[in-house]
């Protein structure tokens, strides 16, 4: 069960970011746009908090979309640092990019990439059920094409899944035509 502990947290419960994004041209806006980039990442990236400095990890992710709502799956080890944090405080921020690619302009001598990234925050816990676990290594599996991956089901118990619920996020695009 999540926990809204803080003015901030009512914020992003009902997806006001918080944060100006500078270069606006490169915002995108529509929800449905943004879960599109996150369709095409491979990787995600959870931050956690670790006293005076984050701690970043890239993990396998999946998505479950329903209306508005947005929640990402992970995978791990069931012990280790990452699991120790997220122990401590349930609160996260997260990243995933792709579409990266270097444009070089030999005339003007500068260079720039092509990208699209969605940044965003939430709140992360920790699936017991085994039967939960096993539809969220689905949801996982579906998001690299394989969700008839034939799971060893002595694995399940053996692996640690994490549910994030979304509550903000944003999304940006950079790509030269």
Same mark, same amino acid.
């Given at each position: 069960?999540?926990?809204?502990?803080?003015?901030?947290?009512?914020?992003?419960?009902? #997806?006001?970011?918080?944060?100006?994004?500078?270069?606006?041209?490169?915002?995108?806006?529509?929800?449905? %746009?943004?879960?599109?980039?996150?369709?095409?990442?491979?990787?995600?990236?959870?931050?956690?908090?670790?006293?005076? +400095?984050?701690?970043? =990890?890239?993990?396998?992710? #999946?998505?479950?979309?329903?209306?508005?709502?947005? *929640?990402?799956?992970?995978?791990?080890?069931? $012990? #280790? *640092?990452?699991?120790?944090?997220?122990?401590?405080?349930?609160? =996260?921020?997260? $990243?995933?990019?792709?579409?990266?690619?270097?444009?070089?302009?030999?005339?003007?001598?500068?260079? *720039? *990439? %092509?990208?699209?990234? =969605?940044?965003?925050?939430?709140?992360? $816990? +920790?699936?017991?059920?085994?039967?939960?676990?096993?539809?969220?290594?689905?949801?996982?599996?579906?998001?690299?094409?394989? $969700?008839?991956?034939?799971?060893?089901?002595?694995?399940?118990?053996?692996?640690?899944?994490?549910?994030?619920? =979304?509550?903000?996020?944003? #999304?940006?695009?950079?790509?030269?035509?």
């Amino acid at each position: 069960m999540l926990r809204y502990d803080s003015e901030a947290d009512r914020h992003y419960r009902v #997806g006001i970011i918080p944060y100006s994004m500078r270069r606006k041209d490169r915002e995108i806006k529509d929800f449905d %746009e943004i879960v599109g980039v996150l369709e095409k990442c491979e990787v995600c990236r959870i931050a956690v908090n670790d006293g005076e +400095f984050p701690y970043i =990890v890239p993990l396998s992710f #999946g998505l479950q979309r329903e209306g508005e709502k947005l *929640t990402l799956y992970f995978h791990s080890a069931k $012990e #280790g *640092t990452k699991l120790e944090l997220i122990k401590k405080n349930d609160r =996260v921020s997260f $990243e995933a990019d792709c579409s990266q690619r270097l444009i070089f302009d030999e005339e003007k001598g500068n260079c *720039t *990439t %092509e990208y699209e990234s =969605v940044v965003g925050r939430g709140r992360i $816990e +920790f699936i017991e059920d085994g039967e939960d676990k096993e539809k969220a290594l689905r949801i996982l599996m579906r998001h690299y094409r394989r $969700e008839d991956f034939p799971f060893n089901a002595a694995m399940i118990p053996q692996t640690a899944v994490l549910k994030l619920t =979304v509550l903000s996020l944003s #999304g940006k695009r950079h790509i030269k035509n």
